[in-house]
């Protein structure tokens, strides 16, 4: 029997492996989800909001590495795509959006709800195409999958309405012949970088998400460059924790000083897999060698004296194979038999970031080969075992204010009286009990703003923890929906949603979609009752702060309004109890915590002219009349 349109667009979803396809029903797209209805292992995920299924869309494509699916029906549905699908080509990710469109006869005659599509997202797409013939299927879908796969982008499938249920009469299977190619760059580049490497004395790796499948090599690496590995937030998952002996955190606006000394105390920066965006995070003057598999990106932040092209792990294993296994004027005498000694003792031992008993950190993981495939040169670890030194103190001191018992104290209650005088959760103190509470292999999303610097100071991505937020295109919003996507994938992993109160109540409607499919997605909501990140932007440029207060609900009555259990936490003692049980609770929860709204968050460099931004700030917010507009 022919198949209709709809039905060859749903066979060749199913044959790809898609579980999910998130979206909001209608019009144009009827004969495809009944489609979708009637196929076994496709499962269709009604949204309350287009957004919110594209956003779960991106955030399974990141988890997976293969193809989201969302749609959205004709004009305002498919409009409602658009901020999702942004994320997920900002992302990178391999997403197909299929919209719906008015019936062909109707096309250009400014006919109801009629949008161009082909024009509406031009931006945002990778490949863009409206179906006009059943004949064009299924060449026109194997385009549109192969280029948002191969690209790592969006593809845009316009289906008019009146064209699903017709039949093709020339049918064929489609035929996708996926595969990964991998990628190396030319051999004489790669002895150039090395001989500019071995030439180094202060090596510091900047390592991105795109080094993620190459992690042992990357630490291979750094052993023998005795380099500092500074992170950016998305190479947290699976760089982060006590197994990697060289990371230094974060850099950047929600970094810390450690990170920032072992950037500008280098000669050499070495960056893998990252396209770091932020210009002034660079240090100035230092020499530079990029690794990616896009050559747009070489060189598109920092000047770079060698930019290699190709996948990172093979370029990565190529460059030790090429980098002096001995100093000059030193016998080498490990052979390969010896280095896997070193090795499982290593392995056995646990390359730890730990303390002795006098308080003093352990460097012996830094003083000694990590390398698992070739001898460790005896370079000058200095420059490594100085950043790491100040790293754990700054650690330290960061788990001494995450601490329920801190404010307690003499230094505790001075700062409590400057800037926590309504005696409001700590919201590091909310972050840290998470990180302690949550499994070691929990998906953990996080809105944009100050969920997120939360996150990437008090969480740790150890273990098989992964991590999923709009950190390129920088949505409000997101985490709650990506937190749908990603828990659609494994309902029997845990998945935590660092949610701001401003991003939570942007797509609220979707919590019933939560309850709807029975979802058991975590909810920590950080009630600061603030746009929090608008606000230390505006007093960090001496502004006092203006149109950032936030009128809420009490947001755990509303998820108990929906069918969800709700816990709201106002008393810093109650707060660990309250966590843990949310996290024991069957189902979805949403965990309100009234946070403190006043919390500072010091960037890795501050700067004089932000502290006296501040100072101002705070002086015209103190003087400001409590009955003007945003007085308080």
Not at 587 to 597: A, F, I, Q
Request: charged share 25%.
């Amino acid at each position: 029997m022919a198949r209709t349109v709809a039905r060859v667009i749903v066979d060749a979803l199913s044959e790809l492996g898609v579980r999910q396809v998130f979206g909001v029903v209608g019009d144009a797209l009827n004969p495809v989800t009944d489609a979708i209805r009637t196929t076994d292992g496709l499962e269709w995920v009604g949204c309350r909001h287009e957004e919110a299924a594209a956003f779960a869309a991106s955030a399974q494509s990141q988890l997976s590495g293969t193809l989201g699916v969302c749609m959205g029906t004709v004009g305002p549905g498919s409009v409602h795509l658009l901020n999702g699908l942004y994320d997920a080509a900002k992302s990178h990710a391999p997403v197909l959006a299929i919209a719906g469109q008015v019936p062909l006869a109707e096309l250009g005659s400014d006919y109801f709800q009629e949008v161009d599509n082909d024009a509406l997202f031009s931006d945002v797409a990778v490949f863009r195409a409206t179906v006009t013939s059943p004949g064009q299927l299924p060449q026109m879908l194997e385009t549109a999958v192969r280029t948002a796969l191969g690209r790592k982008g969006v593809a845009v499938l316009t289906v008019p309405g009146d064209l699903g249920d017709q039949e093709l009469t020339a049918d064929r299977p489609a035929r996708f012949s996926l595969n990964a190619p991998v990628s190396r760059p030319d051999e004489s580049a790669v002895r150039r970088a090395a001989e500019l490497l071995d030439r180094s004395e202060r090596v510091t790796l900047l390592v991105g998400e795109g080094a993620r499948a190459a992690r042992d090599d990357v630490l291979t690496l750094a052993d023998r460059l005795a380099a500092p590995m500074v992170l950016t937030l998305k190479a947290k998952a699976g760089f982060e924790g006590d197994a990697n002996p060289f990371q230094v955190g974060q850099t950047g606006l929600i970094g810390n000083p450690a990170a920032a000394s072992a950037l500008q105390d280098a000669d050499t920066l070495l960056l893998l897999g990252t396209d770091f965006p932020y210009r002034d995070w660079y240090p100035e003057g230092r020499t530079v060698v990029q690794v990616d598999t896009d050559a747009t990106h070489i060189g598109r932040r920092v000047p770079v004296e060698v930019g290699l092209v190709g996948d990172t792990g093979a370029t990565v294993r190529d460059l030790l194979s090429h980098l002096a296994t001995t100093p000059a004027g030193r016998e080498e005498t490990r052979d390969r038999s010896d280095s896997a000694e070193a090795r499982d003792r290593s392995d056995s031992e646990g390359a730890r970031d730990g303390s002795d008993s006098e308080g003093a950190p352990d460097r012996s993981h830094l003083t000694k080969a990590h390398d698992r495939s070739a001898p460790s040169p005896a370079r000058d670890r200095s420059h490594l075992i100085k950043a790491r030194d100040r790293y754990v103190r700054w650690r330290d001191g960061q788990a001494r204010l995450a601490d329920p018992g801190h404010d307690k104290g003499l230094v505790g209650r001075v700062r409590s009286a400057l800037d926590n005088r309504g005696k409001d959760i700590r919201p590091e103190a909310l972050a840290a009990v998470v990180d302690r509470v949550a499994a070691d292999d929990a998906v953990f999303t996080s809105d944009t703003g100050m969920a997120t610097v939360w996150l990437s100071r008090f969480v740790e991505m150890r273990g098989e923890r992964r991590l999923i937020g709009s950190y390129n295109l920088g949505s409000m919003a997101n985490a709650m929906p990506h937190a749908l996507g990603a828990q659609c994938l494994d309902r029997d992993r845990q998945v935590v949603a660092f949610c701001g109160d401003g991003g939570l109540s942007m797509l609220l409607g979707d919590l019933m979609t939560l309850k709807t499919y029975k979802l058991p997605v975590k909810l920590v909501v950080f009630d600061n009752r603030r746009l929090g990140m608008v606000k230390l932007e505006q007093e960090q440029a001496g502004l006092p702060e203006f149109g950032t207060v936030l009128d809420n609900p009490d947001f755990a009555s509303v998820a108990r309004a929906m069918g969800i259990p709700g816990i709201r936490v106002t008393d810093p003692a109650a707060l660990e109890d309250s966590v843990r049980r949310a996290f024991r609770t069957e189902g979805p929860v949403l965990l309100d915590v009234l946070t403190n709204p006043d919390e500072i968050a010091v960037p890795a460099k501050p700067t004089v002219e932000q502290g006296w931004g501040f100072a101002v700030a705070k002086m015209k917010e103190a003087v400001r009349s409590i009955g003007e507009p945003d007085g308080h």
